[in-house]
């Protein structure tokens, strides 16, 4: 009886690693750093890709061009990246498809202890900002700016650009009057007691967009999606099911703090608040709200930020449910 039992639990655990390696492979290229390992690393503990029949390898990489450069030369299916700028590959031949991510987007935050109350109060003033010229949460914010208070930001503060750590580490020794931030060092930097003036969402509403519209999204290459019928909306449902686990579950996170880099319980808490904050709606991307979106983009930013890409090319978004 009991050699009988054995033999029949060998013989399952064998079929269950066949039938794990007959599953397709899904590799995903990411910033080794990036917040989307968070949910990542709940995919791959959890095996949600097994439940949705795929297999999640991740490759990380230490920059984002890297990942770029990797789902291009086919040495990864998947990355993660604004949909403007898919939509600007998409628009210059490239067969890349996005499936929806995350809508976490930045803020301007001031000091502990200003006095200012509007972008209005920028004004004369210099304000950090991660990045470019063309980073989206600058560009929605002047074009708020514009719309509820007719100032130019642009032409009526000074700005300092630089890479996120610095902009982090220059605002919390005060040297600026207001900073746009990546939305994780925001989290952090709210958690060190700088307060929010106005967000990047609280702006889009203003200007008519749709803050519902994700911003981040993974993208394939549509021809490895036709190879794979139904992987997208497979890897969709994964996605899904790690957000649904780690807003359901505090015990969850605790697989991914060390990756959260977070120096205290308070930043930890808005890291966690943020990122979930950012979970965008079921369904697939709405095609006309992310046009409204990449109108503005275009008007604000030109053909230097989105390229050919004046509409929302045919065949962007995948028809996920």
């Known amino acids: 009886m009991f050699v009988r039992l054995t033999t029949t639990l060998c013989a399952m655990a064998l079929a269950g690693s066949a039938w794990a390696q007959d599953l397709p492979v899904v590799r995903l290229a990411t910033l080794k750093i990036g917040t989307v ?13 097994e439940k949705h029949g795929f297999k999640l390898e ?24 604004d949909w403007i700028w898919v939509a600007r590959q998409r628009a210059e031949g490239k067969d890349y498809v996005v499936v929806p991510y995350s809508k976490a987007v930045g803020s301007l935050v001031v000091p502990e202890g200003s006095t200012a109350e509007t972008l209005k109060d920028m004004v004369g003033g210099k304000i950090g900002i991660a990045g470019g010229p063309l980073d989206k949460s600058w560009l929605i914010l002047r074009a708020f700016a514009q719309k509820e208070h007719g100032i130019d930001l642009k032409a009526e503060t000074e700005q300092v650009f630089g890479a996120p750590p610095l902009i982090f580490k220059s605002a919390l020794s005060g040297d600026y009057a207001g900073a746009i931030n990546f939305w994780h060092f925001l989290a952090k930097m709210k958690a060190s007691g700088m307060r929010e003036l106005v967000s990047v969402e609280t702006a889009a509403q203003a200007l008519g967009l749709d803050p519902d519209t994700p911003l981040l999204g993974y993208y394939f290459k549509e021809s490895f999606l036709a190879e794979h019928p139904g992987i997208a909306q497979a890897f969709y449902e994964a996605s899904r099911d790690a957000k649904d686990l780690l807003a359901d579950d505090p ?10 880099n977070a120096s205290d319980d308070a930043q930890f808490e808005t890291l966690r608040a943020d990122w979930l904050a950012g ?28 390229g050919k890409a004046t509409s929302v090319p045919d065949g962007l978004f995948a028809d996920v449910k």
Do not use: C, F, H, S
């Open 37 to 49: 390992n968070w949910e990542l690393t709940t995919i791959t503990e959890n095996g949600l890709d």
């Open 251 to 260: 015990a969850a996170w605790e697989a991914v703090r060390g990756q959260m």
């Open 58 to 81: 991740v490759q990380p990489y230490a920059d984002n061009a890297a990942t770029r450069i990797a789902v291009e030369g086919d040495e990864a299916d998947v990355a993660v990246a």
């Open 279 to 306: 979970t965008p709606e079921r369904g697939p991307v709405d095609a006309e709200a992310a046009g409204k979106l990449l109108t503005l983009m275009a008007d604000l930013g030109g053909e230097e930020l989105v």
